[in-house]
């Protein structure tokens, strides 16, 4: 399994450095082309990575380290800036590939429109899906 079109940039603290192994697969999506306010969510995934940078790999609370967990941080898609439909296209068909290879797809977005192909693609594999939806703002 290859990830050869994502930019990685800075990594998430923690990530393995081997995708095979990986459990889980976390990627940015780093889009606000369709923000009614301000725009901005596209660079949301970048400064997770650099605040991820600066926090403690243990928890107290669960009594592990990250380490433990193995993920691999894909980088960023690279979306069709200002193209909506063609950057939903490619958001489906990344996680889609994740998902064929039997992967965790976690993703950081972005506007919240990021989260529809995710989910419409983690559907098709998983019928009884259920969404928890976290936010300050019930809009998604």
Known sequence: MRFDETYAGNVFIGASDNLEEA???????????????????????????????????????????????????????????????????????FVSKILFHQKIPIGMGGEHLVTWPVVEQVAKHYPDLAVLHFDGHADL
């Open 23 to 93: 459990q889980a697969i976390l990627y940015g999506m780093p889009m606000d082309w369709t923000v009614s306010f301000r725009p901005g969510a596209r660079f949301g995934p970048a400064r997770i990575r650099e605040s991820s940078l600066v926090h403690e790999e243990y928890s107290h609370y669960l009594e592990r380290e990250l380490a433990e967990i193995k993920y691999y941080d894909a980088g960023d898609i690279p979306l069709a800036f200002g193209n909506p439909e063609k950057s939903l296209q490619q958001i489906g068909d």
